[in-house]
């Protein structure tokens, strides 16, 4: 934006102050609006779907970062493989991140909390003739971190998929200096994100016992991709926390205190949202 603001406050005054029609002029083909929850999950599905059959037709291997929250959209992919028959052999899923423990240790796979587990038990789902070896499942942990940056660089990654943090998180990029040239590390998880966090995973704001660490990709993978789809939406439960970080992801100044505003920086992006998150905040 051409618009210069004093300090993040100002600014963010500004963009929540603008209508619906406004954030949707400015931000352009880089937005794209859904009617519900429900449509933005197929619509994930669908373009996951699409690319691994546009590869597979053209002979071409896959190579993906995925998240595991959002998760919605695993149900519609997982029939929409079965039903047909898309082969996911030539396809490597390097997902975002996972909890650790204070040791900086993924935490194990069967934790109530666990991207690994939950994701294992939705991939279960699938037809085991259409699965990738094991190997092409890739996960954040203490045993491949070094090798990861390494992997990803080597892999022809084609896309990044993620969902967008209260404070503009991308994978679990917290707000920090230097954060867009980070690389896959243990990070500490801060009080937005294991708030909003614990709120929502049935544990009943369980603040203390929840995970304080994680293991993450760093922005330089997320970004080394050829195009970038990320998901921010409030969810299920009325609570209109995304709205802010929506406006500021789409129009607002790059910087370290929210890492999701250097998506404008890479040459193909998309963000996709629902027309609940895209409302104008009511007191601004």
Wanted: hydrophobic share 40%.
């Amino acid at each position: 934006m051409i618009k210069k603001f004093q300090n993040r406050r100002e600014e963010v005054r500004y963009l929540n102050g603008l209508t619906v029609d406004e954030v949707k002029n400015l931000a352009g083909d880089k937005l794209l609006v859904m009617n519900n929850l429900d449509e933005m999950h197929r619509f994930f599905a669908r373009h996951m779907c699409d690319l691994i059959l546009e590869n597979n037709a053209a002979g071409r291997s896959t190579a993906g970062i995925f998240p595991v929250g959002p998760v919605g959209q695993y149900p519609y992919f997982i029939e929409e493989v079965n039903r047909r028959n898309i082969s996911l052999k030539d396809v490597t899923f390097f997902f975002m991140d996972e909890y650790a423990d204070e040791y900086g240790v993924e935490i194990s796979a069967d934790h109530h909390l666990s991207f690994r587990g939950k994701l294992f038990s939705l991939f279960k789902q699938i037809d085991r003739s259409l699965l990738p070896d094991m190997s092409k499942i890739i996960f954040p942990s203490a045993d491949n971190l070094s090798r990861l940056k390494g992997l990803i660089e080597d892999s022809g990654l084609c896309i990044t998929y993620g969902g967008v943090g209260i404070h503009g998180h991308l994978a679990f990029n917290e707000p920090e200096p230097g954060v867009r040239n980070s690389d896959p590390r243990v990070v500490e998880l801060n009080d937005f994100t294991v708030t909003i966090n614990a709120v929502r995973e049935g544990i009943g704001g369980n603040l203390e016992n929840f995970p304080r660490k994680a293991i993450t990709l760093g922005m330089n993978q997320l970004f080394s991709a050829k195009k970038m789809v990320f998901f921010c939406r409030n969810g299920v439960d009325s609570i209109d926390w995304a709205n802010t970080v929506l406006r500021l992801a789409l129009l607002g100044t790059p910087g370290d205190d929210y890492p999701v505003t250097y998506l404008k920086e890479h040459p193909d992006w998309l963000l996709v949202t629902d027309h609940d998150t895209l409302k104008t905040p009511i007191n601004i």
